[in-house]
């Protein structure tokens, strides 16, 4: 059962451009996290998402980012126009259900760098 | 307001010591506490998850402790090794809700040999 899968692992963007950050969970988990770590800080939650439902986005700023789990495939963490603040690490971790006392499991992380 | 906080912030130790981590928090109502060890380019991984009923968890050379009344937990390694530098990660859920996740910033440590 391979664990949580990201890619890219390293992605490079001019100002402006787009960035999609992909991560497949566990096989058999439905329930996936998104976080963002920036150099020297903790990480930070943005958005959770089941299939095809995003069921909170709080920590997700309002333009310019979406997420997404479609019923097939990998769920993506798009990022319209990216700027230089957006340079971080971004971690997905997905679990087979809800957190209460469920363990959650981290992907690599891909570092994305806004030059 | 629910925090995190953890201490030291970054500690650095002789190959073979013991060394103790400190996370006290604020969250309310309780449902979990979990520590992760992060090492520098991967994502963290999983050491202990504790629930309110539960004072001592160990995994391996690593042993968590939780006070529920006093909202502090601790996290013990034993017989350091050069493997054990990295961030070492509190986090805390509450009941409210599934996501409802209160990470600590770490504290990073280094083992010397």
């Known amino acids: 059962n391979a664990g949580v899968m990201q890619n890219p692992r390293h992605l490079v963007r001019r100002r402006g451009q787009e960035a999609r950050l992909r991560c497949s969970p566990m096989?058999?988990?439905?329930?996936v996290y998104w976080y963002r770590q920036l150099p020297e800080e903790g990480l930070k939650f943005m958005v959770y998402l089941q299939k095809e439902n995003i069921i909170d986005e709080s920590g997700m700023p309002k333009e310019r980012f979406s997420a997404e789990f479609p019923k097939e495939g990998p769920s993506i963490l798009r990022i319209q126009q990216v700027v230089r603040g957006d340079s971080a690490a971004y971690f997905c971790?997905?679990?087979?259900?809800?957190?209460?006392?469920?363990?959650?499991?981290f992907g690599p992380g891909t570092r994305l760098t806004v030059l | 307001k629910n925090q995190v906080e953890q201490s030291p912030q970054s500690l650095i130790i002789l190959e073979g010591k013991n060394c103790t981590l400190q996370?006290?928090?604020?969250?309310?109502?309780?449902?979990?506490l979990r520590w992760y060890k992060q090492d520098t380019g991967r994502g963290p991984v999983s050491l202990t998850i504790?629930?309110?009923?539960?004072n001592t968890k160990s995994n391996g050379r690593y042993t968590a402790t939780l006070d529920a009344d006093t909202k502090q937990s601790s996290l013990h390694i034993t017989a350091s090794q050069l493997s054990d530098s990295a961030s070492y990660i509190c986090v805390v859920i509450d009941q409210t809700g599934a996501n409802n996740l209160f990470f600590g910033t770490g504290t990073r440590l280094t083992v010397i040999p």
């Open positions: 504790m629930t309110f009923s539960e």
């Open positions: 971790a997905s679990s087979p259900r809800d957190l209460s006392y469920n363990e959650q499991f």
């Open positions: 096989k058999g988990h439905s329930h």
């Open positions: 996370c006290n928090y604020t969250v309310s109502p309780f449902s979990n």
